[in-house]
């Protein structure tokens, strides 16, 4: 079955730099754009930007430009999220997603329809 | 940026009850909308895309309607299972999310 398999829970400090890993399975994983989304504790989704596996391009969140690189190694069908000069308020859970996308009346749509488990990030001193 | 205002931010409601949300967009977005569901604890759901079209495995008590800049998620008759957070988000412009709406139970 179609499958994202996240790496397991960080504790990094204040500075650091954190890599979370997505494992798909089930799927031709080239064929689709993945995407990065985090959860603050309490709080809302926040998208981060998505990785063209393909061809390793990527499209980042304003908020995120600088800090944020996304990568894949397609020999593995595993998409990677590192983010650096962590603070404390990018303690949340990081989340990989599908893009999936449908022909509607006449036009593409496109939606995340297939989620990892998710990634506890925690930043403390 | 495209923003995205959902109301009310909380509801509570009871079994069998019909619930409405609304989504509004800071600017048109034609058709580009997706909702969500989110349980505590799990990763959100598709529920609906395209503004209206209904998500493979989604029970028809779902639906989605609207274009531009409004739009409503309507659950016809709610279930115990579906009291959760409901997000919309946009795709017209790069990817944003509603600030979410909790359904509790009443």
Same mark, same amino acid.
């Given at each position: 079955?179609?499958?994202?398999?996240?790496?397991?829970?960080?504790?990094?400090?204040?500075?650091?730099?954190?890599?979370?890993?997505?494992?798909?399975?089930?799927?031709?994983?080239?064929?689709?754009?993945?995407?990065?989304?985090?959860?603050?504790?309490? $709080? =809302?989704?926040?998208? !981060?930007? +998505?990785?063209?596996?393909? &061809?390793?391009?990527?499209?980042?969140?304003?908020?995120? $430009? =600088?800090?944020?690189? !996304?990568? +894949?190694?397609?020999?593995? &069908?595993?998409?990677?999220?590192?983010?650096?000069?962590?603070?404390?308020?990018?303690?949340?859970?990081?989340?990989?997603?599908?893009?999936?996308?449908?022909?509607?009346?006449?036009?593409?749509?496109?939606?995340?329809?297939?989620?990892?488990?998710?990634?506890?990030?925690?930043?403390?001193? | 940026?495209?923003?995205?205002?959902?109301?009310?931010?909380?509801?509570?409601?009871?079994?069998?009850?019909?619930?409405?949300?609304?989504?509004?967009?800071?600017?048109?977005?034609?058709?580009?909308?997706?909702?969500?569901?989110?349980?505590?604890?799990?990763?959100?759901?598709?529920?609906?895309?395209?503004?209206?079209?209904?998500?493979?495995?989604?029970?028809?008590?779902?639906?989605?309607?609207?274009?531009?800049?409004?739009?409503?998620?309507?659950?016809?008759?709610?279930?115990?299972?579906?009291?959760?957070?409901?997000?919309?988000?946009?795709?017209?412009?790069?990817?944003?999310?509603?600030?979410?709406?909790?359904?509790?139970?009443?």
């Amino acid at each position: 079955q179609v499958q994202l398999v996240q790496s397991g829970a960080e504790v990094k400090k204040p500075g650091a730099s954190v890599k979370v890993s997505c494992k798909a399975s089930g799927y031709t994983f080239t064929g689709y754009y993945m995407h990065w989304v985090r959860q603050a504790p309490g $709080q =809302g989704l926040e998208w !981060m930007g +998505r990785i063209n596996p393909n &061809s390793g391009g990527t499209n980042y969140a304003q908020k995120f $430009q =600088g800090r944020v690189t !996304m990568t +894949r190694d397609t020999s593995i &069908s595993t998409a990677y999220m590192e983010l650096s000069r962590l603070r404390s308020d990018d303690t949340a859970v990081y989340y990989c997603a599908r893009e999936g996308q449908q022909l509607v009346r006449l036009y593409y749509y496109y939606y995340m329809d297939v989620w990892g488990k998710g990634t506890t990030v925690t930043v403390s001193s | 940026d495209i923003q995205l205002t959902q109301s009310p931010s909380f509801l509570s409601a009871s079994v069998g009850d019909r619930v409405t949300i609304t989504c509004r967009a800071s600017q048109g977005i034609s058709s580009y909308l997706a909702w969500y569901q989110q349980k505590p604890g799990k990763a959100p759901k598709l529920l609906i895309y395209a503004a209206s079209t209904l998500q493979s495995g989604v029970p028809s008590r779902f639906s989605g309607s609207g274009s531009g800049t409004e739009f409503t998620l309507t659950i016809s008759s709610l279930q115990p299972e579906d009291f959760a957070t409901y997000y919309c988000q946009q795709l017209n412009s790069w990817w944003t999310f509603g600030q979410g709406t909790k359904v509790e139970i009443k």
